[in-house]
């Protein structure tokens, strides 16, 4: 392959699908596990990591009555703070958008200078945040719900939280990354998450996926999606959600013990030939900086801190390759840690490295996402995506657990307004048109 160490080699396509929202709940023995569900009996802790299963798309109404029109446009609070009646408007707001106003007249909806003040919050705050952000100082009573894919299905998102609770003082979200792209509604998804982020920012925890990046957006939606809902003002929104995607943190660290992150695990930085000192009397004496390419190790949490996250596509070579990493590697059945040839970045782990990166930094769970069900069909050995989780890896010291939170994926809305029904398809065949690059 040749390309610049900051350029993302065209990946094979992301292989991702329908699914459940799931998550852990350590009452629940058939869905995903808790911070305390591990090969101990003994919970880690009295906090429990949770979300809901469900296997329907919340993309209709369930009466079938018109919901009434909300006061548009959406204005930015006066004292510049966000409060709970001004985030529950936003997502009023725009679930009524999502049915009644074209694509094209989204910005009547939230003008440019609210979207703008709305992203420039949140980046302010999200690029503030450690790689690795540490979630602790948890109650008894605190529940953590980890969202995996949501890929702009807006709806099963809002249904999320009907079914699992908002937002609150003991109630924590951490999401996994893939905010964007493929589903209609990227652009108030990623919206509506950053506003729960800037009205709870200690209780709200948004993770970068591998398609909150330039190449990904150009290639699965997003930025047409952008572009078709601002208009002549489109590029400019763009942009500020790329420099918003480039503060969003890498992994997590829930109570302790629990790992999160989108793609999973990294390895270590590669080591940098030092030039010895020249003798004089050498003038012309020969430096091998042949580097060994051919060994692997895992990565280290300290090294994890240090890596330079802000890049909009993660680079596949050079020395800065933990970022694509966490963002691109898949675990698989077979041990040892090799590249991930079928996607041309990040790496394939199996279960002793699972078991050593547990062991090592004394974790019980590693929760991760970007695989769904087509991805599974696939991949020999590890589970399929029905049920919007898999554990794919058992050992002794815990368990690592993938996470697909995109019902029936991808869905569309129908919409009752014909008139706004075609619109919608003429969006939605702009949007697909690439997906099967």
Known sequence: MS??????????????????IAAADNNAPDTATTAGDSPPEEPICSTTTTATTTSSSSSSPSDGAEDPQPD???SWPPDGQLSSEWVHRLIAT?????????????????PVPVFDALVLAASKLLHKEPNCVSIGGLSPDSTVVVVGDVHGQLHDVLLLFREAGFPSENRYF???????DRGAWGLETFLVLLAWKVFMPHRVFLLRGNHESKYCTSVYGFEKEVLAKYGDKGKHAYRKCLGCFEGLPLASIIAGHV?????????????????????????????????????????SLDELAKARRSVLDPPWEGQNLIPGDVLWSDPTMKPGLSPNKERGIGLLWGPDCTESFLKRFQLKLIIRSHEGP???EKRPGLGNMDEGYTIDHVTESGKLITLF????????????????????????HTLTCKRNV
Not at 4 to 20: F, G, I, K, Q, T
Not at 405 to 426: E, R
């Open 3 to 20: 390309s610049s160490p900051n350029s993302l080699p065209p990946p094979a396509p992301d292989p991702e699908s329908s699914s459940a």
């Open 72 to 74: 548009i446009p959406i």
């Open 94 to 110: 725009f679930d009524w958008s999502s049915r009644n106003v074209a694509p094209s007249q989204f910005y009547s909806v939230l």
């Open 174 to 180: 951490v999401f996994n990354g893939d905010y964007v």
């Open 259 to 299: 790992y999160t992150a989108h793609g999973g695990l990294f390895r270590g930085n590669p080591a940098i030939p030092t030039l010895p000192k020249r003798s004089k009397r050498k003038k012309n004496r020969k430096v091998n900086l042949q580097q060994e390419t051919n060994t692997l190790a895992l990565g």
């Open 374 to 376: 087509d991805a599974r």
């Open 405 to 428: 939170s995109a019902p029936d994926y991808p869905q569309f809305q129908v919409i009752l307004n014909p008139c706004v029904f075609c619109c919608w398809m003429k969006l939605m």
